[in-house]
């Protein structure tokens, strides 16, 4: 399990109070070990489903995971699920409340990687950290 979406990579420090924040790590290290364990790669379908914050690290890694199958087996229907993620307007939230801020506040302690074609085209990464405003760049059906 991880207690920053998936999406972390960054090291101990005092900037984290010691903690280590390596989810990215986590869900690669699973990817690769699904696919040299299993029998994943010769899947017709693959789904990758997440719950509340386990969907947010789901719309995180998506595109990565579907690229990762898709190098071992271009037939694969990959898809992804998020189920209670970060898929809402921000306008729906009490004035003065801003969640995106808190969103962006943890994924800079957590030094999270989201989406990659999201990140490369918005080097502040501020509109990648929510599916709600980075669903553009989704590759995969999710």
């Known amino acids: 399990s991880s207690s920053d979406v998936h999406a972390g990579t960054r ?3 005092w900037f984290t109070n010691n903690y280590t924040f390596h989810g990215k790590f986590i869900f690669k290290a699973m ?5 040299e364990n299993t029998w994943i790669t010769q899947a017709e379908q693959v789904i990758l489903m997440g719950g509340s914050a ?3 690290g789901t719309e995180a890694n998506c595109d990565y995971f579907s690229a990762l199958l898709h190098d071992f087996n271009p037939d694969i229907d990959v898809r ?3 189920d209670s993620g970060s898929m809402y307007p921000f306008s729906v939230h009490t004035q003065n409340c801003y ?3 808190l969103e962006y506040t943890a994924y800079n302690i957590w030094k999270a990687e989201s989406d990659q074609s999201c990140e490369e085209d918005n080097p502040s990464k ?5 599916f709600g405003t980075a669903y553009r760049y989704a590759d995969t059906p999710i």
């Open 54 to 56: 386990g969907a947010i």
């Open 80 to 82: 992804c699920i998020s």
């Open 11 to 13: 090291e101990a420090s």
């Open 31 to 35: 990817a690769d070990d699904l696919i």
């Open 99 to 101: 969640p995106q801020l």
């Open 126 to 130: 501020l509109p990648c950290i929510s």
